[in-house]
């Protein structure tokens, strides 16, 4: 099954740098990759996705790169802010109806002011 | 907000006691899934529903969990004596047709004393 690996655990950086986490996975059939951000005492919640029919996708601050080659994706998130501290996930599946979603374990994000 | 509501969103309970989890989802989540979430990892699938029908679990489902969709609206997730090892997140998750995105719940964490 799908194996997804995440780096690095924890992060720190100070605010307005840039932050960059990277996810590799297993299964080459798999073809959608989001990333959750999830808050202290709340469910993960979806930030950015992109599929495998392209390779980046920006939304103001956050971006995710994908290689489908070499099996990885990133997530960049540039002018960090300290609301920005938080667990980022990412996950990736088969993007077929009722195929779950195999999660990363997460990265520790803080930003210091 | 997600819409999705998760309760309890703690329970605190005896080894060997039976505990019951229920997810709200909004009417347009057709399909619901469960995930567990222990401390320092990423969601793990446990189950999913397509409507009513439950069309996937995984093999951390153990025969002890038990999960239903009546009437494809609600679901509820089932522990049956439970044990330490079970203490964790346990989320839920609507998706709404046409879309890969999971709106999860705050999630109900359950203790095993």
């Known amino acids: 099954g799908e194996n997804v690996e995440q780096h690095p655990s924890t992060l720190s950086v100070q605010e307005g740098d840039s932050a960059v986490i990277k996810c590799t996975y297993s299964?080459?059939?798999?073809?959608?990759f989001p990333w959750y951000k999830q808050e202290l005492g709340k469910g993960p919640q979806l930030i950015i996705d992109?599929?495998?029919?392209?390779g980046e996708k920006k939304d103001q601050r956050i971006a995710v790169t994908l290689n489908k080659t070499a099996k990885h994706f990133s997530l960049h998130i540039t002018e960090t802010q300290p609301e920005d501290s938080a667990v980022y996930f990412c996950?990736?599946?088969?993007?077929?109806?009722?195929?779950?979603?195999?999660f990363g374990k997460g990265t520790t994000l803080s930003v210091s002011s | 907000d997600t819409g999705v509501s998760q309760n309890p969103r703690h329970k605190i309970t005896k080894r060997g006691q039976n505990v019951t989890f229920r997810c709200d989802p909004i009417s347009e989540h057709n399909r619901l899934y469960w995930y567990r979430q222990t401390l320092g990892q990423g969601p793990e699938f446990l189950t999913y529903f397509q409507n009513e029908a439950q069309l996937e679990k995984s093999r951390l489902l153990s025969d002890r969990f038990s999960a239903e969709r009546p009437k494809g609206s609600f679901s509820t997730l089932e522990i049956q004596r439970t044990e330490q090892g079970d203490s964790a997140m346990y989320l839920c998750?609507?998706?709404?047709?046409?879309?890969?995105?999971?709106?999860f719940g705050e999630g109900s964490r359950l203790t095993v004393l």
């Open positions: 998750a609507g998706v709404g047709q046409g879309t890969g995105e999971l709106f």
């Open positions: 996950a990736a599946s088969k993007g077929q109806a009722g195929t779950a979603l195999i």
């Open positions: 992109i599929r495998s029919n392209v």
């Open positions: 299964d080459s059939a798999s073809n959608y």
